[in-house]
């Protein structure tokens, strides 16, 4: 199903010139139809938002400081989010923001049953990072932004990536495999895991896990370069599309 998403972003507390890269990033989970950004924007630091803001048509809310010291921009978002919570009109939210203030609003959409994504740069606090299903570092989308604009993958580029499994940190493949265990440990077998299950998996248990912080573009791909791991490209109903299956090879 393709999620209607509610896109509701601190201008305070995220860098200007990402926009773009957010929402390219947002149309693998989903379509925005709303798009809110909070702000003061009578304020010259955020001045320079409005650009970026018709390219990509989302929609300015003007936010006044009223009190130094507090910051007004969360209470207005977190307000917004509940109300667009009992319309019943979004599948799920997409808080773009850095700053641990949306924590709590982050569980509670979650107890509604709402799916939500965060997306902040890597300075952003563990506890709001651990209340997302899937959180998403501003500096990957950037980079991989920048990749795509640079040039399209070579054999080399592949070559270097092989390599890069070397570099891995042990707590990855620890995590792969202790995820891969556990996931047999219920469903028995031979020791083969669905992909995709295993994905799920991950994020559940790290929801800022994502293959492009160690130089990969997907799960398999990063996966099929550790020697740990056998991947199996298993037949579906469609003679044209394979299921990718992975066991752990030391179990």
Same mark, same amino acid.
């Given at each position: 199903m393709n999620k209607r998403l509610a896109v509701l972003i601190d201008a305070d507390n995220v860098p200007r010139g990402t926009l773009y890269g957010i929402m390219q990033e947002l149309a693998i989970y989903g379509t925005p139809t709303i798009k809110r950004i909070y702000g003061d924007w009578t304020s010259p630091n955020i001045a320079g938002w409005k650009t970026?803001?018709?390219?990509?048509?989302?929609?300015? %809310?003007?936010?006044?400081?009223?009190?130094?010291? *507090?910051?007004?921009?969360?209470?207005?978002?977190? #307000?917004?989010?509940?109300? #667009?919570?009992?319309? *019943?009109?979004?599948?799920?939210? %997409?808080l773009v923001s850095s700053d641990s203030d949306f924590t709590r609003l982050a569980i509670r959409l979650r107890e509604a049953g709402?799916? %939500?994504?965060? &997306?902040?740069? *890597?300075?952003?606090? !563990?506890?709001? &990072?651990?209340?997302?299903?899937?959180? &998403?570092?501003?500096?990957?989308?950037?980079?991989? #932004?920048?990749?795509?604009? !640079?040039? !399209?993958?070579?054999? !080399?580029?592949?070559?270097? *990536?092989?390599?890069?499994?070397?570099r891995l940190p042990k707590s990855v493949v620890k995590l792969i495999a202790e995820s891969i265990s556990d996931i047999t440990g219920i469903t028995g077998g031979e020791g083969f895991v669905y992909m995709g299950e295993l994905g799920n998996l991950l994020l559940k248990k790290k929801p800022d896990f994502d293959c492009r912080s160690y130089g990969f573009k997907s799960l398999s791909s990063l996966i099929k370069s550790i020697d740990r791991f056998e991947v199996d490209f298993r037949p579906s109903g469609d003679p044209n599309i394979k299921h990718p299956y992975v066991r752990d090879k030391e179990a």
């Open positions: 970026s803001l018709l390219e990509n048509a989302v929609t300015p %809310v003007q936010q006044y400081s009223y009190t130094t010291g *507090k910051n007004s921009t969360d209470s207005a978002m977190i #307000i917004d989010a509940m109300d #667009i919570l009992y319309t *019943k009109n979004v599948d799920g939210f %997409v709402m799916t %939500v994504i965060g &997306i902040g740069e *890597k300075k952003t606090p !563990a506890p709001f &990072i651990a209340a997302c299903e899937k959180f &998403i570092y501003i500096e990957l989308i950037n980079k991989h #932004i920048a990749e795509r604009a !640079a040039h !399209a993958e070579t054999p !080399a580029d592949q070559e270097k *990536k092989s390599k890069r499994s070397d």
